[in-house]
């Protein structure tokens, strides 16, 4: 067995180029936009576009996918160097095309859809031509348990007719369709299988979109979502009868990695400016760069961030080598999500009153980062499992051994 972190030259060569580009097209891009919700819509519109045609000629658009589908054809372990590049701006991950939800979907569709739905759901997102969603989250019911969800799609002849509501589904709004969880099955099995997917097509009569909820960090884009009546296709099912929680796991591993890939990328930005600060600011006779107590939030963060990376990239080979992935994942997810509010937090502290302001990105990415402890897997459910993984290794094989990453140490 080999352990070895250097990158291939290619890669190197890939990394290197994503973070110009980033540096030389995406930020001043951004620049240019400024406050979304300020600029002409058609102009920022034409600058976003146009940052996605300069990507798809430099060769780097959908680094997720496979070659055949116009992709990068990148291995997830690369993905993670790809992506990490790629949110050191804001836009980075949209202009690659490889942004939540629609990274998600595009691997879900390319592992579940028919060849008939590929073409006319996955192609036009791979070519940057659509937008989509994944509706799963019900207002009434603990979206951390999918076994208790109210949306239900029965059958009809050679349709299925769908009535339920969702929300906080992201993108909704831009989206062309939607990949909606729906109870097909009264009494399956197993409570797992009660779900299926199905492709919405948007608009459709019957799905109706009611708000953008407002969040903390404003409104963004997560719609609440009145389902009557609502026909779609048999064709349109997604995977088979009952398998919607089956393809749904399948969907969070590598979209919760993704997430993962791009909050170190955050909190590699907070603890630079963490850096960057201590050193430029002065008080009680010394930078704050020489005072211990900095120095330990400052070694905290280094830490941290570094689990993380590790984290991370272990997960990713277990995912590109075919092996099972589903604690790695959580315990990454979950690691991550709390790290990026920690960092931010103490970068923050570093900051005083400037940290506070809106001056630096700093606040706002702190109001970002609170939902990565939730969303995609609380984290209480991702501890739950955790723990359930590591009791029943030790059980099975009287050591814990297997469940805290199967290493060999
Ligand atoms: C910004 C954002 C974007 C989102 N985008 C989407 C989207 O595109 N599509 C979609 O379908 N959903 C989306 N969601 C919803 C998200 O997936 C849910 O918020 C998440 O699954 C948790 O469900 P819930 O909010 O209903 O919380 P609940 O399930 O009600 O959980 C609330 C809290 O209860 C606790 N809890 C739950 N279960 C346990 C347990 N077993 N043990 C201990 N404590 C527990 C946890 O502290 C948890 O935070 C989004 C959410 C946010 C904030």
Same mark, same amino acid.
């Given at each position: 067995?080999?352990?070895?972190?250097?990158?291939?030259? #290619?890669?190197? !060569?890939?990394?290197?180029?994503?973070?110009?580009?980033?540096?030389?097209?995406?930020?001043?891009? *951004?620049?240019?936009?400024?406050?979304?919700?300020?600029? @002409?819509?058609?102009?920022?519109?034409?600058?976003?576009?146009?940052?996605?045609? +300069?990507?798809?000629?430099?060769?780097?658009?959908?680094?997720?996918?496979? *070659?055949?589908?116009?992709?990068?054809?990148?291995?997830?372990?690369?993905?993670?160097? =790809?992506?990490?590049?790629?949110?050191?701006?804001?836009?980075?991950?949209?202009?690659?095309?490889?942004?939540?939800? @629609?990274?998600?979907?595009?691997?879900?569709?390319?592992?579940?859809?028919? &060849?008939?739905?590929? !073409?006319?759901?996955?192609?036009?997102?791979?070519?940057?031509?659509?937008? $989509? %969603?994944?509706?799963?989250?019900?207002?009434?019911?603990?979206?951390?348990?999918?076994?208790?969800?109210?949306?239900?799609?029965?059958?009809?002849?050679?349709?299925?007719?769908?009535?339920?509501?969702?929300?906080?589904?992201?993108?909704?709004?831009?989206? $062309?369709?939607?990949?909606?969880?729906?109870?097909?099955?009264? @009494?399956?099995?197993?409570?797992?299988?009660?779900?299926?997917?199905?492709?919405?097509?948007?608009?459709?009569?019957?799905?109706?979109?009611?708000? !953008?909820? *407002?969040?903390?960090?404003?409104?963004?884009?997560?719609?609440?979502? =009145?389902?009557?009546?609502?026909? =779609?296709?048999?064709?349109?099912?997604?995977?088979?009868?009952?398998?919607?929680?089956?393809?749904?796991?399948?969907?969070?591993?590598?979209?919760?990695?993704?997430? %993962?890939?791009?909050?170190?990328?955050?909190? #590699?930005?907070?603890?630079?400016? /963490?850096?960057?600060?201590?050193?430029?600011?002065?008080?009680?006779?010394?930078?704050?760069? !020489?005072?211990?107590?900095?120095?330990?939030?400052?070694?905290?963060?280094? /830490?941290?961030?570094?689990?993380?990376?590790?984290?991370?990239?272990?997960?990713?080979?277990?995912? &590109?080598?075919?092996?099972?992935?589903?604690? #790695?994942?959580?315990?990454?997810?979950?690691?991550?999500?709390?790290?990026?509010?920690?960092?931010?937090?103490?970068?923050?502290? =570093?900051?005083?009153?400037?940290?506070?302001?809106? &001056?630096?990105?700093?606040?706002?990415?702190?109001?970002?980062?609170?939902?990565?402890?939730?969303?995609?897997?609380?984290?209480?459910?991702? +501890?739950?499992?955790?723990?359930?993984?590591?009791?029943?290794?030790?059980?099975?094989?009287?050591?814990?051994?297997?469940?805290?990453? &199967?290493?060999?140490?």
């Amino acid at each position: 067995m080999s352990i070895d972190f250097t990158l291939t030259p #290619e890669l190197e !060569e890939i990394r290197l180029r994503v973070r110009a580009f980033i540096n030389d097209v995406v930020k001043p891009g *951004e620049a240019r936009i400024g406050d979304p919700d300020e600029i @002409d819509r058609d102009e920022y519109i034409r600058i976003l576009f146009g940052m996605r045609n +300069q990507a798809r000629e430099a060769g780097l658009w959908l680094p997720h996918m496979p *070659e055949e589908w116009g992709g990068m054809g990148l291995g997830h372990v690369e993905l993670a160097m =790809v992506q990490a590049e790629a949110a050191k701006a804001y836009y980075g991950p949209f202009i690659l095309n490889c942004q939540a939800p @629609d990274e998600g979907n595009m691997h879900t569709l390319l592992h579940w859809a028919t &060849d008939e739905q590929k !073409e006319k759901y996955l192609r036009p997102l791979c070519e940057g031509m659509a937008m $989509s %969603c994944f509706a799963m989250t019900e207002l009434e019911v603990a979206g951390s348990d999918p076994t208790l969800i109210r949306t239900t799609a029965i059958q009809d002849g050679e349709e299925w007719v769908i009535n339920g509501h969702k929300w906080f589904i992201s993108n909704a709004r831009r989206a $062309s369709f939607a990949i909606l969880v729906a109870r097909t099955e009264d @009494d399956p099995d197993l409570p797992q299988a009660a779900n299926t997917a199905f492709l919405v097509d948007i608009p459709s009569e019957g799905w109706n979109r009611v708000r !953008e909820v *407002e969040t903390m960090h404003g409104g963004t884009g997560h719609s609440e979502i =009145v389902i009557e009546d609502l026909r =779609v296709p048999a064709a349109n099912m997604l995977g088979g009868r009952g398998q919607g929680h089956l393809l749904g796991q399948y969907r969070l591993g590598p979209a919760r990695l993704a997430h %993962c890939m791009r909050w170190i990328s955050q909190a #590699e930005t907070a603890l630079d400016m /963490m850096v960057d600060r201590s050193l430029n600011r002065y008080a009680h006779g010394s930078l704050l760069a !020489e005072k211990q107590g900095i120095q330990w939030m400052i070694a905290d963060s280094t /830490m941290e961030l570094y689990q993380s990376k590790l984290m991370v990239l272990h997960a990713a080979y277990r995912i &590109d080598h075919g092996l099972d992935f589903k604690s #790695e994942v959580s315990m990454a997810k979950h690691f991550v999500a709390n790290m990026l509010g920690r960092v931010i937090d103490r970068s923050i502290q =570093v900051h005083g009153a400037l940290g506070y302001s809106t &001056d630096t990105p700093l606040a706002h990415m702190y109001q970002h980062a609170r939902w990565a402890r939730f969303a995609d897997g609380a984290d209480e459910v991702h +501890q739950m499992r955790i723990a359930q993984r590591t009791i029943a290794a030790y059980r099975d094989t009287g050591t814990t051994k297997v469940a805290t990453g &199967d290493l060999p140490i």
